[in-house]
Structure formats: structure tokens, C-alpha cells
């Protein structure tokens, strides 16, 4: 069966980078798709961008140019997200989403645990 | 980027009842519009995908209709499990948005 699998929580203090993992199995991972997707209270659900494994090729939300980079190992199916020059204000559960089908882009079919990132001093 | 209404905000209702949720969206989207019910502590679940596709594995109580600007979820009766907190999404365009999210209560 599908399933994504997040790294563990993460404290981080202000300025710092955080490097989320997702590991992908029962797919072929090259197929779909990855987008992260964040949740705050404040702010909800919050698109960040999305990751095409097969090539590699990336689009992020605006709000997080510069600061965000999306990344595979397609040697061990796990798709990364680093954010860097944390806020408090990025303090969020990351989740990890693939794509529903592999021609389909957007709408998303199976998630990740999600992954608690603090950034506090 | 394209702005999402979500109506109610929050809504009562009781097992039994027929639920409508309404999204709006703030430029044409065609009928590239999803939901999606979330529990909490648990990752969004996929109900519906281009504004009217029911996901494999979800109950035929969950119904989507919509086009352009304007899109409704529809719960024909309610079931205990169904409580929970929807969200609309777009995506037409990125970055592809969600609504602020209705809470259904009891």
C-alpha cells in the first residue's frame, strides 16, 4: 500500500534551517508528483511548492522563494524540503502529498504524517 | 494568486442531516477544484477532485458540483465520522490555495 513517512519533530531556533524528509513506498516513485504543504493555526493550509521526481523540475509559492528547496533520492524514494532563514512565524506541521495520479497535478491522494517544525529562541 | 471563500465558517448539524458547504474562488478556476475532510492531528484526506470526481474509497453521501467561481460540497446524511473540518482547493494555478476551512459540529 502507499504510504509517505515524515522525519520526526524538529525545534529549531530563529535563522536556522530545518530539512523535513518524506519516504515514499508501495509506488514507483518516479510516477508522481510531491508538493509540501504546510499548516498553521493562524494561516491554515498553505501550499509551498511541488517537486516532479522524474525530472527534477520545481515550482515554488512566491512567499517562499529564496528560502525553500525541494529535493529527491530517487535511490531511496524520499523526497526533501529544506527551509532555511527560519521565523517564528514558519513554525507549522510540513506535510508531504503526492500528486492523485500521474498526470494530475494538484490534487493530492495520499499524505504524509506531517512533521511539527518550532522555531523558537 | 486566486483568493478562496469558504461559507459557513462553522456549522451545527446532526447525524441525519443533508450538509451543504460552499467555496468561492476569486478568478475563473474552470472545474479544477478539490476538498478535502481533516480530522484532528491527522493529515487532509482527498473527498473530492475536480469539483465533482468522488476519490476511490469514499461513501456516496459526499457529492461535489460547481464550475468557474462558484463550488459546493454536499454531505446527503450525516454520519457520526463525518465531523470533521473540510477545505476547498484550488488547483488551476499555482500556488494552488485552499479555503480558511469549515468545522462541522455536532
Known amino acids: 500500500q502507499v504510504q509517505l513517512v515524515q522525519s520526526g519533530a524538529e525545534v529549531k531556533k530563529p535563522g536556522a534551517s530545518v530539512k523535513v524528509s518524506c519516504k515514499a513506498s508501495?509506488?514507483?516513485?518516479?510516477?508522481?508528483?510531491i508538493s509540501w504543504v504546510r499548516q498553521t493555526p493562524g494561516q491554515g493550509l498553505e501550499w509551498m511548492g511541488w517537486i516532479r521526481i522524474y525530472n527534477g523540475n520545481t515550482n515554488y509559492a512566491q512567499k517562499f522563494q529564496g528560502r525553500v528547496t525541494m529535493t529527491t533520492d530517487t535511490s531511496t524514494s524520499t523526497a526533501y524540503l529544506e527551509l532555511r532563514s527560519l521565523r517564528s512565524d514558519d513554525t507549522a506541521v510540513y506535510y508531504c502529498?503526492?500528486?492523485?495520479?500521474?498526470?494530475?497535478?494538484?490534487?493530492?491522494?495520499?499524505w504524509g504524517q506531517g512533521t511539527l517544525v518550532i522555531v523558537s529562541s | 494568486d486566486i483568493q478562496m471563500t469558504q461559507s459557513p465558517s462553522s456549522l451545527s448539524a446532526s447525524v441525519g442531516d443533508r450538509v451543504t458547504i460552499t467555496c468561492r474562488t476569486s478568478?475563473?478556476?474552470?472545474?479544477?477544484l478539490n476538498w478535502y475532510q481533516q480530522k484532528p492531528g491527522k493529515a487532509p484526506k482527498l473527498l473530492i477532485y475536480v469539483a465533482s470526481s468522488l476519490q476511490s474509497g469514499v461513501p456516496l453521501r459526499f457529492s461535489g458540483s460547481g464550475s468557474g467561481t462558484d463550488f459546493t460540497l454536499t454531505i446527503s446524511s450525516l454520519q457520526p465520522e463525518d465531523f470533521a473540518t473540510y477545505y476547498c482547493?484550488?488547483?488551476?494555478?499555482?500556488?494552488?490555495?485552499f479555503g480558511q476551512g469549515t468545522k462541522l459540529e455536532i
Open positions: 478568478q475563473n478556476i474552470n472545474n479544477f
Open positions: 508501495g509506488y514507483t516513485f518516479t510516477n508522481y508528483g
Open positions: 502529498a503526492r500528486d492523485r495520479d500521474s498526470g494530475s497535478y494538484g490534487d493530492y491522494d495520499y
Open positions: 482547493q484550488q488547483s488551476y494555478s499555482t500556488p494552488y490555495s
